[in-house]
Each structure stands twice: as structure tokens, then as C-alpha cells.
């Protein structure tokens, strides 16, 4: 439940509205219970001043007896004294509904900022899970930068301590060193973001490029597991609106289910694919494992629900969680031949649907 800020000239309207009330109730020999709208004033009063509800209403109670005497100075045990007491009962009943209404919506809305919180907690918990995992794997991807940048100084300086240094070989040297170094500082930025504990940052996103730095982190994982992984995404492939991190962790989360779901086989294969579909941008991992029991699938994405008798049955359940907060959603789709296929489908961002 989102909080939005008042229109700017709600304050205002409900003042001169509370002003015209009065004068009226006050002032004109009108034989109609005029104060009874002020029960307007105090349910409108919930979206301007909400933590001022009680103060309001009772204000309103002050200016509804105000007027009465008067205008009925005279004579105060008169007709108007029955159209002043509706009044008031109108005004008391609005102000305890009003309030009540709005102390209600104040809990739900604590209590789902803290199951929000627990979600954000929980999806943390499950990255950091999964780097540990994925620690062999982090390994291989930083040595290989590093080893190579070690190799092209070694060479550069060679070249340099020739006879005649061949400075277009040392320029080609350094070059590959510098590439070396971003690459070997972008999986370092891979790493930092997904354990980083913070609020989803909602931005335009590609996610091929999700898909392409997710396969990088686990391609030690895919050599250990014996898994070969094919990559098949579409071109062109219209933007979504997300957080890179947290759709990151869905794509690796499913890619090591998959893994994990071909172990008993020693091995297979592994497709990663985006594509377009119905006005929707689609992810889909498939694997060539035993497929998914009849009796599971209904829940698959349940938390606490694992095949594997070591596993936490967590990591489909956030992933559903986080593919639902983006607006879309994630199922289990039929596969052509042996294993099972997970797809996640994004709705388009504005300016593309457009």
C-alpha cells in the first residue's frame, strides 16, 4: 500500500468549505440542519490532515454549537435545537468512523511495510546464500583477468626490453591489460550488487544482459555440474522495468535449479532464452533433467517446498515474490522431450508498450 501526498489544494478547499458551513449555519434563517456538512469536512479532513482527525471533528462540534446559539439566541429550545443535535450525532458518528477507518489502514499499512521488509531481508539472505555457492565459480571468473593481465604485462615488458622495444606491441599489450582490468572490476561490481542489502532501484533494464552477466557467474558451476549451457536470446529485445539485482538473482537461482535438477544424470543441457510474446518480454530456462513430478507441480513455488532432501525449498519462492513485484509472472511451462522449463514474462515498460 503506497502513501500519496494530498492534492495540493485539498487544505485550502476543505477550510474555505468549513468557513462557508458556518457562516451559513450561523447567519441564514435557513430551517435545514446545514452542519450536517461538516461530516463532509471531516471525511475529506482523513486525506489532509490525518493525524488531526479527532481535533478536526471536535472542532466541528465547537462551530455547530457556535452557530446555533447564534442564531437561536433568542429562543434556544426551538426546532433548531433537534437540527443541531442531528448535527452533532452526524458529525460524532463520521468522526469515529473516519478515525477508525483510518487507524485500520495505518496497521494494515505497518504491517505490510514490515512484510516488505522481511521479503527484502529474505531475498538478502538468499543472495548471500547463493555467492557462497557460487564462490568457486566468483573465483574463476576473477583469476581469469587477472591471470591474463599478468600475462600481457609479462609480454609488454618483453617487448619493451628488446634490442629495439616494439612499442606497437607494447601498445597492443597494455590495451589488453587495460580491457583485462574493467573486466576483472565489472565482476567485481556483479558481486558487490547482489550483496548488497538495499532498496530495489527501479530502472529500465535489457534482459539479455541480465541473462549474459548471470551465465558469467556461474560458468565454474556449469563445468563443476557437467552442464553446458545454451544461450538464445532475441535481438532487439524491447526494455523492462526493474531491479537489476533482484531480477539477476532470479535468473541465477533458476539457472542452479536447473543444475542441480541434472546431477543424478551426471550432466546435460541447459538452455537460457529470451524472447517476445504477447505484448511481454519472456525469460525461460529449461533443462534436459527428470522433469517435474505431476504431484509437484502445484508446489513448486510454495516456500519450504524442495525435491532435494538438503535444500531449503526457498529459492523458487523468492524468485516468485520478486518476478510478481516487477508485474509479472513465473510458471511452469510444458518442454518438448525430457527435463522442465521455468518462464518468467515482464510486462513491456511504458514508453515501449507505447
Same mark, same amino acid.
Given at each position: ?102 487507524? @485500520?489502514?495505518?496497521? *494494515?499499512? &505497518? $504491517? =505490510? ?5 522481511? /521479503? %527484502? #531481508? !529474505?531475498?538478502? +539472505? ?86 549474459? @552477466?548471470?551465465?558469467? *557467474?556461474? &560458468? $565454474? =558451476? ?5 552442464? /553446458? %549451457? #545454451? !544461450?538464445?536470446? +532475441? ?93 509479472? $509472472? ?25
Amino acid at each position: 500500500m503506497n502513501r500519496t501526498p494530498p492534492p495540493p489544494l485539498l487544505k485550502p478547499v476543505i477550510a474555505l468549505l468549513t468557513l462557508a458551513i458556518f457562516l451559513i449555519d450561523a447567519f441564514t434563517p435557513l430551517d435545514i440542519a446545514i452542519a450536517v456538512l461538516y461530516v463532509v469536512v471531516v471525511l475529506v479532513s482523513v486525506h489532509a490532515w490525518p493525524r488531526y482527525l479527532l481535533r478536526i471533528t471536535a472542532l466541528c462540534v465547537v462551530l455547530t454549537v457556535t452557530a446555533y446559539l447564534l442564531s437561536s439566541w433568542g429562543d434556544l429550545v426551538d426546532a433548531s435545537a433537534g437540527r443541531c443535535l442531528v448535527s452533532l450525532s452526524a458529525i460524532g458518528i463520521s468522526g469515529y468512523l473516519a478515525y477508525s477507518s483510518h487507524s @485500520a489502514n495505518e496497521r *494494515l499499512w &505497518q $504491517r =505490510e511495510e514490515s512484510l516488505r521488509e522481511s /521479503r %527484502l #531481508q !529474505l531475498a538478502h +539472505a538468499s543472495r548471500v546464500t547463493t555467492l557462497g555457492e557460487l564462490a568457486a565459480s566468483i573465483a574463476h571468473e576473477v583469476n581469469q583477468p587477472l591471470a591474463a593481465i599478468s600475462a600481457n604485462g609479462a609480454a609488454g615488458l618483453r617487448w619493451l626490453n628488446r634490442p629495439e622495444p616494439e612499442l606497437d606491441e607494447v601498445r597492443a599489450a597494455i590495451g589488453r591489460v587495460l580491457s583485462d582490468t574493467e573486466r576483472a572490476s565489472d565482476v567485481i561490481k556483479r558481486i558487490r550488487a547482489l550483496a548488497r542489502k538495499s532498496d530495489p532501484q527501479q530502472q529500465a533494464l535489457d534482459l539479455n544482459e541480465i541473462a549474459k @552477466a548471470s551465465a558469467a *557467474l556461474v &560458468q $565454474r =558451476e556449469l563445468a563443476t555440474h557437467r552442464v /553446458r %549451457l #545454451q !544461450l538464445d536470446l +532475441a535481438p532487439q529485445l524491447p526494455q523492462v522495468e526493474g531491479d537489476s539485482v533482484q531480477l539477476q538473482q532470479v535468473v541465477i537461482n533458476l539457472l542452479m535449479n536447473g543444475m542441480q535438477a541434472m546431477d543424478a544424470q551426471g550432466g546435460g543441457e541447459l538452455g537460457l532464452r529470451t524472447f517476445v510474446q504477447d505484448g511481454a518480454v519472456h525469460l525461460a530456462v529449461s533443462d534436459s533433467g527428470p522433469g517435474i513430478a505431476p504431484e509437484h507441480s502445484g508446489k513448486l513455488f510454495d516456500a519450504f517446498f524442495s525435491t532435494r532432501s538438503d535444500g531449503m525449498g526457498m529459492g523458487l519462492a523468492i524468485c516468485r515474490s520478486i518476478v510478481e513485484s516487477h508485474g509479472g $509472472r513465473i510458471a511452469a511451462v510444458p518442454k518438448e522431450g525430457r527435463g522442465a522449463c521455468l518462464q518468467c514474462c515482464f510486462p513491456l515498460r511504458m514508453t515501449e508498450a507505447a
